[in-house]
């Protein structure tokens, strides 16, 4: 999907910057289908994603959900729900959270605070802004939120990847470890509550020829 970037004005800085574009995000009223996250300096303005997109990201969901279940593990799976970490505000194609969450609402009740969530998982969308975004600008964004466990399906690198970044560090923007499999070679998430969690053929389709 193609994004719209708002920037603020370039004399804007710091905690006034982060300020001015919080209440601009706030005071958005968008048409159905569009929706608005705050990512390193920026109000980004997106569609829904086209039905590959769609598709991968409700496998992904549907998997997860059976998965908890069946391991009785008490987090809930979401989506279109706004995360929220100081002034900067996320819509991840899909995170993980407690399922009594009740305590980590945000005062103003937007979203849910970052410090709860333990996995999110984006589908990468086409185009450069939709690559971008999900590949460098989001993956720094979770790091310096400690998200413990990023994972990116990203079917436009090298014919289909799965990324797995673990081990956040906050003050670099950056995580430690990286692991990168091709589509069809099953990757299996290694802690948090979707510890062992294996992301596969049954949610990104099959191996891609070159």
């Known amino acids: 999907m193609t994004a719209l970037a708002h920037e603020a004005p370039e004399m804007t800085s710091g905690s006034d910057l982060d300020e001015l574009l919080w209440q601009a995000w706030k005071a958005m009223e968008l048409p159905e289908g569009l929706r608005a996250e705050i990512v390193e300096g920026f109000i980004e303005v997106s569609p829904t994603g086209r039905f590959s997109h769609g598709k991968v990201s409700n496998q ?15 987090y809930a799976v979401n989506n279109d729900m706004n995360v929220i970490h100081g002034r900067k505000v996320w819509i991840p194609d899909a995170f993980v959270s407690p399922e009594d969450d009740d305590e980590f609402v945000t005062e103003d009740g937007l979203g849910l605070d970052a410090r709860c969530v333990g996995l999110i998982v984006e589908v990468v969308s086409p185009g450069h802004d939709g690559t971008q975004r999900d590949r460098f ?71 891609r020829n070159a």
Do not use: M, W
């Not at 992904?60 to 008490?74: D, F, N, V």
């Not at 939120?145 to 399906?153: D, K, R, S, T």
């Not at 079917?155 to 499999?181: K, Q």
């Open 137 to 207: 600008r989001k993956r720094r964004a979770y790091a310096r939120a400690g998200i413990p466990v990023y994972v990116l399906i990203d079917a436009y690198d090298d014919h289909g990847v799965v990324t797995l970044l673990t081990d956040p560090r906050p003050d670099e923007a950056t995580y430690s470890c990286e692991n990168r499999v091709s589509y069809g070679t099953e990757l299996t998430i290694p802690e948090g509550p979707a510890k062992g969690f294996v992301i596969g053929e049954t949610i990104t389709g099959p191996p």
């Open 60 to 74: 992904l969901r549907q998997a997860l959900i059976l998965y908890l279940a069946s391991e009785s593990r008490p």
